[in-house]
């Protein structure tokens, strides 16, 4: 079986942590058994929409979390005035775990990205 190419965004980053990206959920089924699935980044990009710089953090964890030692990414990074960051790799999100995003001004920054989809049983 092929994982599904997919992409998330654009989002509005918060000046409060939120979560921006968790894969689905299995439920429901008869008899067959239902699995989680998981995502894989491979693309983010974090564009700075305002004239001024602002900083970018984002997290792999909890739902909501910032939690020290969840680092993702960023660590209040500045994306500079009408520019934007991009990240490049391979990172698993099992059904547990949430990509969140913090910006140091509401709504200046927008979060989009790429991966796959896959079915994780």
């Not at 969840?70 to 005035?81: D, I, K, L, N, R």
């Amino acid at each position: 079986m092929q994982n599904k190419r997919f992409r998330f965004g654009p989002v509005a980053v918060a000046n409060s942590v939120g979560n921006v990206l968790n894969p689905p959920t299995g439920t429901g089924g008869v008899n067959g058994g239902t699995s989680s699935q998981y995502i894989i980044l491979t693309h983010i990009r974090v564009v700075n929409k305002t004239g001024a710089p602002v900083n970018f953090s984002a997290f792999i964890g909890a739902t909501g979390g910032s939690a020290a030692g969840t680092e993702f990414m960023a660590s209040a990074t500045p994306v500079p005035a009408n520019g934007a960051i991009d990240w490049n790799g391979a990172v698993r999100l099992d059904a547990a775990d949430f990509l969140t995003a913090l910006a140091s001004a509401a709504t200046s920054l927008v979060i989009s990205g790429e991966g796959e989809i896959g079915v994780a049983g």
